[in-house]
């Protein structure tokens, strides 16, 4: 069995192109949901969008790139240019997306340029190519001329050629098949203690650029001179420290350089939310930085998203609580109001600190440590049985169409995050409601503040050995 805390190796692939040719509409197709607003104007994309899919067993994440606001052609291809190069240097594949009715433009010229002298894999999507007779219509010879190599007509809109586009980039790429999830097995084992996660603890500093990030980081490094080493990091940015605290090493990446890299980055914000996707990947804990003066809005319910989206253990740490303190805030009144804007995040820990005095910073550290003890922590299962049995006896599931839905058995599947599958007779029948339910009678149970995971399957009936008829 593979390690249950080992960080799913996720290829970054950039779509990148002029506006209006559909990046947009074929991000939302690859990434299998309507996750980006989809209109027919230049420009709509304010924001980089970023999403995680899986494509036959293996793991990627796709990000759509945009923000541009073109005043003049001249303006138009040097923005182009500048996301084009913010996507290449974090992407482990670019996809250039073409209009394949309107063929080769200037700027489709400008960008691929720029691409070829970036040595990632470079793949042309020839978009809008609706059917068989638009792909015989349209000038194809001249996309590739590009000199990327096979070229792909897709039609974004009616997922025509999409498939075959991913599945190039995949083989390109030679990324592994993933092994299926604990929860989704055949037969799901219980966990052993030999595949208990072990070791250090990885713990991501992440951030909207300007809640302080910098300023808490080198607090956190630099109290008590505790470093020991510094390593590099897996993207260009981000500073992976080794760190030990009160005899635990937590292995910190620092997210706070992101905005450094030149001026271009420091003028795009959703810069950090890319970065921080590759970070959040690698950890176990997320120390997500929010400004107490400005907390809860978009940006921090992005990335507070993402860590809820990947599962990871997290510590909300309120920075420049002594500015606040100064206005009048208190701790309570500000855990209530940012829980009720961000509810999916309400079993986190807060913390309240300042970077700037140094306050209540190695708490974060502290927290963390008690974070993964749950997060890597193994239940017993008659405990888990037992806590069960009393969930049924206090509040039964609702009734299936007037049939009793009963929960036979519970065991742990996987760890970080703790996984468990509920063996039921309907499992269908258990709603959302009841779900929450169980789950916060077993945060409560054992204390939980870490993401878990509940699965309810239906259990098999096991066949019985035919009987002897007596002659």
Not at 45 to 59: H, I, K, S, V, W
Not at 309 to 334: C, P, S
């Amino acid at each position: 069995m593979s390690a249950p805390n080992a960080p799913v190796p996720r290829a970054l692939v950039a779509l990148v192109g002029r506006p209006n040719v559909g990046k947009s509409t074929l991000f939302n197709r690859i990434a299998g949901r309507r996750a980006a607003i989809v209109e027919d104007v230049p420009g709509v994309t304010r924001d980089r969008n970023y999403a995680d899919f899986l494509f036959e067993g293996r793991a990627l994440s796709v990000v759509d790139t945009g923000g541009f606001e073109p005043e003049s052609r001249d303006r138009l291809i040097a923005q182009v240019r500048q996301q084009a190069q913010l996507a290449v240097e974090e992407a482990s594949a670019v996809v250039l997306v073409v209009d394949g009715r309107e063929g080769l433009s200037p700027v489709d010229s400008s960008v691929a340029d720029l691409l070829r002298r970036a040595g990632k894999p470079l793949f042309v999507a020839v978009n809008k190519v609706d059917t068989a007779r638009t792909e015989e219509e349209i000038p194809l010879a001249e996309f590739f001329r590009l000199g990327f190599g096979e070229v792909h007509t897709v039609s974004a809109e009616h997922g025509r050629g999409v498939g075959e586009l991913v599945e190039a980039i995949v083989a390109k790429l030679a990324l592994p098949e993933l092994p299926p999830p604990p929860e989704d097995a055949e037969e799901p084992e219980e966990v052993s203690e030999s595949d208990r996660p072990k070791g250090d603890i990885r713990l991501a500093i992440v951030g909207r650029p300007n809640v302080g990030k910098s300023t808490f980081v080198n607090a956190l490094l630099g109290t008590e001179r505790f470093v020991v080493s510094d390593v590099p990091g897996t993207t260009r940015d981000a500073i992976d420290s080794l760190v030990e605290h009160r005899g635990q090493r937590f292995v910190v990446t620092d997210t706070a350089g992101i905005r450094r890299k030149s001026a271009i980055a420091q003028s795009v914000e959703a810069y950090s939310v890319v970065r921080a996707m590759k970070a959040i990947d690698r950890a176990e804990v997320v120390a997500c930085l929010l400004d107490a003066t400005e907390a809860g809005v978009e940006q921090d319910a992005r990335l507070l998203g993402l860590v809820a989206e990947k599962a990871k253990a997290l510590v909300i740490v309120v920075n420049k609580w002594d500015v606040a303190e100064r206005e009048g805030a208190t701790q309570d009144w500000y855990r209530k109001e940012l829980y009720k804007r961000l509810p999916f995040v309400s079993f986190a820990p807060m913390l309240f600190v300042s970077a700037k005095e140094g306050r209540g910073v190695t708490r974060v550290l502290e927290r963390a440590a008690r974070l993964v003890e749950q997060y890597r922590a193994r239940f017993p299962t008659p405990a888990l049985n037992e806590l069960l049995e009393t969930i049924q006896e206090e509040h039964p599931a609702p009734l299936a169409k007037g049939h009793p839905v009963k929960l036979y058995y519970v065991a742990q599947v996987a760890y970080a995050p703790p996984t468990f599958v509920i063996q039921c007779n309907r499992p269908e029948a258990i709603g959302e409601p009841y779900r929450r339910f169980v789950e916060n009678r077993f945060r409560d149970a054992f204390g939980l503040e870490v993401p878990m995971r509940l699965v309810f399957r239906e259990r098999k009936r096991r066949s019985r050995p035919p009987s002897k008829r007596r002659g």
